[in-house]
């Protein structure tokens, strides 16, 4: 059974520091996207990566793609109160469509 | 805006009740994937439409049942409604099928309330 898992699941951390989250997948994929979620509001697409080693940036945001590893990271760079948010990583899966499965989420929140 | 459409916005029911939660993907979408997000959890995939047709499905219950027809918006019906469906649900479309892969673009979500 396809698993993706996030760490850390609740993060709390102070506004100027920075921090990584990690979305390990147990299946083979290229595909990793990361979204964002406010309370009761929908998801907003952050990054789509696309190949192994795959980096994109935006703002205090960077994501990184190791497919090898079956790994990604989304890392925080001087985190601000606006960040304060969940995360989601999804995989999709290649067996005749696709599939997108996600991961558990990861609720930070920035302190000011 | 995603460009997906959902409706109702909110919706309150009684157990053993039916409902139906209504969503129109983007422009020139065709695969329809439906959510449901229970309380603080996470999302899980019920079941996604290609052009009309099934293509995956995921824990979606035997109560459910879901169509997308030929204007390519998406119905999900949920039916013999229990306390434990409550939950946001979440329809998502891509351009995607079953060749080129794509994010996936989120509606606002339709929230049930089961009572």
């Known amino acids: 059974e396809l698993k993706v898992e996030q760490n850390p699941l609740f993060l709390s951390m102070q506004e100027g520091k920075n921090y990584t989250i990690y979305c390990n997948y147990s299946t083979t994929s290229d595909r990793l996207y990361w979204y964002r979620q406010d309370p009761g509001k929908s998801l907003e697409s952050l990054f789509v990566?696309?190949?192994?080693?795959a980096v994109k940036q935006e703002g205090r945001l960077m994501a990184s793609l190791d497919t090898k590893a079956r790994l990604s990271t989304l890392h925080i760079t001087a985190a601000v109160h606006d960040l304060s948010a969940t995360y989601f990583c999804?995989?999709?899966?290649?067996?005749?469509?696709?599939?997108?499965?996600f991961g558990t989420g990861t609720r930070l929140k920035v302190l000011a | 805006d995603s460009g997906v459409t959902q409706t109702p916005k909110h919706l309150i029911t009684a157990t053993g009740q039916r409902v139906t939660l209504r969503c129109s993907p983007r422009s020139g979408d065709l695969s329809v994937y439906w959510y449901q997000q229970s309380l603080d959890q996470g999302l899980q995939f019920l079941i996604q439409?290609?052009?009309?047709?099934?293509?995956a499905k995921g824990n979606i219950l035997e109560r459910f049942s879901a169509q997308q027809f030929p204007d390519l918006h998406s119905e999900l019906n949920l039916s013999s409604l229990e306390l434990g469906d409550s939950a946001l649900y979440f329809c998502?479309?891509?351009?995607?099928?079953?060749?080129?892969?794509?994010?996936?673009?989120f509606g606002e979500g339709s929230r049930l309330t089961v009572l």
């Open positions: 999804a995989v999709d899966i290649t067996s005749g469509t696709y599939k997108y499965i």
């Open positions: 998502a479309s891509s351009a995607s099928g079953t060749k080129v892969p794509g994010e996936l673009f």
């Open positions: 439409y290609y052009n009309g047709e099934e293509r």
């Open positions: 990566l696309l190949s192994n080693g």
